[in-house]
């Protein structure tokens, strides 16, 4: 089976007759709404980690303008593959 082939969205933006697939690659800094769906970790867990000093402030999350808790993507890859 041949893979499909993806395009930029500029190319089949006119194209409304074609499937179009995309590839989204999250921020460095997101929510905790999006630790689930990448990393299957839930908010509870997310919180023990941020409480109990498991997640190192401003390495693996930090709060935002806004005040809210947001995490680093690639810090917790890392820790989560064991990588300091």
């Known amino acids: 089976m041949a893979k499909p082939q993806v395009k930029p969205i500029h190319e089949v933006s006119n194209q409304s007759s074609e499937a179009v697939q995309l590839l989204i690659t999250p ?4 929510r905790k709404e999006l630790l689930f ?20 402030e401003e390495k693996q999350w930090r709060t935002d303008p806004a005040n809210v808790f947001v995490y680093n993507r690639v810090e917790i890859e890392n820790w989560m593959a064991g990588r300091p």
């Open 27 to 30: 921020a460095v800094w997101i």
């Open 37 to 56: 769906p990448i990393f299957g970790l839930s908010t509870e867990a997310v919180r023990k980690y941020r409480e109990r000093g498991i997640w190192l």
